[in-house]
């Protein structure tokens, strides 16, 4: 994967690939990867270097490369959301947080979306056709996200309306 910038929650993040041993921070930490919320910077480690990344072929570099790079986003849109800031303040259950639920909810359409523009989901979504690694996204994958985000908001609403339990 070449370096690239990307559009988290309207702030440009830089992706980067570092090899392990010309980046101190990732050698001393043990990272294959870590998120820069001040510098909005993203790096994945270049997992080619047979030292830190032992036995692993082509294949599961790219898998894990992948895995690292969809956490880090993942870190990129809690820190451009606010939600990182008060993270350690929430005194029960972090999956039982309604907000928490309900910020991935409604926040999951966006960072599917630079997923599939980095080619960096490898399961098919249900409609969504499977995209080659570095392909664009196509307009369908686009507004299938979008029908996913609104069925999701309209049954939350229903249910909601019913008096349902919001679990």
Known sequence: MENRKINILGTEY???IHKVSEDSYLEENKLAGYCGEEEKLIVVADMSEEKYFTGMDEKAQEIYRKKTLRHEIMHAFLNESGLSDSSNQYGGAWAKNEEMVDWFAIQSPK??????????????LPSIPP??????????AVEALKNISEGIRKAA???????????
């Open 131 to 140: 995209l080659q690694t570095g392909s664009f996204v196509n307009a369908g």
């Open 111 to 124: 960072i599917f979306k630079v997923y599939l523009e980095l080619g960096i989901i490898d399961t098919p």
């Open 157 to 167: 609403e229903i249910a909601k309306e019913a008096g349902l339990p919001n679990e």
């Open 14 to 16: 830089r992706i980067e």
